[in-house]
């Protein structure tokens, strides 16, 4: 939303998200057009020399060749998504003009901490001395976690109110969008006079924002990225208020590390199915088998390991299917449906 609000004044606007869908490429954007397949080969191959000196992660090393590809391609302002937490994440070597954290959940623990005290330490470890710091969590105590953390840093704290939702046209669905478009509108606030988007240009930029996998309805097909229990929790209450042709059956896989029976809980209330699988693309370390999803016994939820077959089998009679769980689930499966591919 905020990417799309600046490019609404005329500049060249850089976008670093993560993770991607299907392309790695998705991730590095300027003016609407992914980094090209020659200047990520050409950028990799010219910043290969410090990746290895320093041992840089995967993530690491994307950022820098983020970087390089915003300023070869002339970006004049760019929207960087910190990765994991915040404090040592590689996005945090950036002094912005504002920062913001749009909630904290339970999630990524056994890199974060093991509470939502010490995550939001974690999150708020991007606040830097006279930046503005944005603070879109609506529970007061971990509100008060990452304002006093962000005081510490010496920001100036920004708390948008608990009850702040964004009233206008929105591209993306969702309750809690509402919410996010209500940060973000306090984030471009804090922008220097120069930089800020007129009241028309934000309404034009928060209409047009769109992202592939988000409650992304397409046909029968309802895509969503949701990949632990807070996300879980916002795309049931979508689901609790759309009109979905039923029944409605998902296809799930959610990586290890997750509270997988509480989020296939809250998942089995809107739900008339579910079939539990394996994405291809999700990396050893993070599988988890199938079969100990379930292994307590849950009604209404069957595994097929193949994600092919589930692909095919989640379909059948089907009149909405909902893919979720995580954005190898997603990838995955729209890696696989003809005209699906957020690139093309």
Not at 11 to 26: A, F, K, M, N
Not at 88 to 109: E, F, K, R, W, Y
Not at 189 to 218: E, I, K, T, V, Y
Request: proline share 6%; glycine share 10%; aromatic share 6%.
């Amino acid at each position: 939303m905020v990417y799309e609000a600046l490019r609404e004044t005329g500049r060249r606007v850089g976008l670093y998200t993560s993770p991607h869908l299907v392309d790695l490429r998705e991730r590095i954007v300027v003016d609407g057009r992914p980094i090209s397949g020659d200047a990520f080969g050409s950028w990799t191959e010219r910043l290969l020399p410090a990746i290895e000196e320093t041992d840089a992660s995967f993530f690491e090393a994307t950022t820098a060749v983020a970087f390089a590809d915003f300023a070869a391609r002339g970006a004049g302002i760019a929207v960087i998504e910190v990765g994991l937490g915040g404090r040592l994440d590689s996005t945090n070597v950036v002094t912005p003009l504002v920062s913001a954290v749009t909630n904290v959940g339970m999630d990524h623990t056994e890199y974060l901490g093991d509470s939502i005290e010490a995550i939001a330490t974690e999150k708020a470890g991007i606040a830097k001395k006279g930046v503005p710091f944005v603070v879109g969590e609506t529970d007061p105590a971990v509100a008060d976690t990452l304002e006093r953390v962000a005081t510490s840093h010496g920001a100036t704290v920004v708390r948008v109110a608990p009850e702040a939702v964004y009233a206008g046209a929105l591209a993306m669905e969702g309750a809690h969008q509402r919410r996010n478009a209500a940060t973000s509108q306090a984030l471009l606030a804090q922008l220097p006079a120069s930089l800020r988007p007129s009241a028309g240009q934000l309404q034009c930029g928060f209409a047009r924002a769109w992202l592939p996998g988000r409650l992304d309805r397409r046909g029968k097909w309802l895509f969503d990225v949701a990949h632990n229990v807070h996300g879980i929790d916002s795309l049931v209450k979508s689901l609790e208020v759309a009109a979905s042709p039923r029944p409605v059956h998902a296809l799930v896989a959610v990586m290890s590390g997750k509270d997988v029976g509480a989020m296939l809980g809250r998942l089995q209330t809107v739900v008339d199915r579910i079939w539990i699988t394996d994405p291809p693309s999700t990396p050893p370390w993070r599988r988890q088998d199938p079969y100990r999803v379930i292994a307590g016994g849950m009604s209404g939820v069957e595994v097929e390991t193949d994600f092919d077959r589930a692909l095919q089998r989640v379909q059948r009679g089907a009149g909405t299917v909902v893919v979720t769980g995580s954005f190898h689930t997603v990838g995955d499966a729209m890696a696989r449906l003809p005209g699906f591919r957020p690139l093309g």
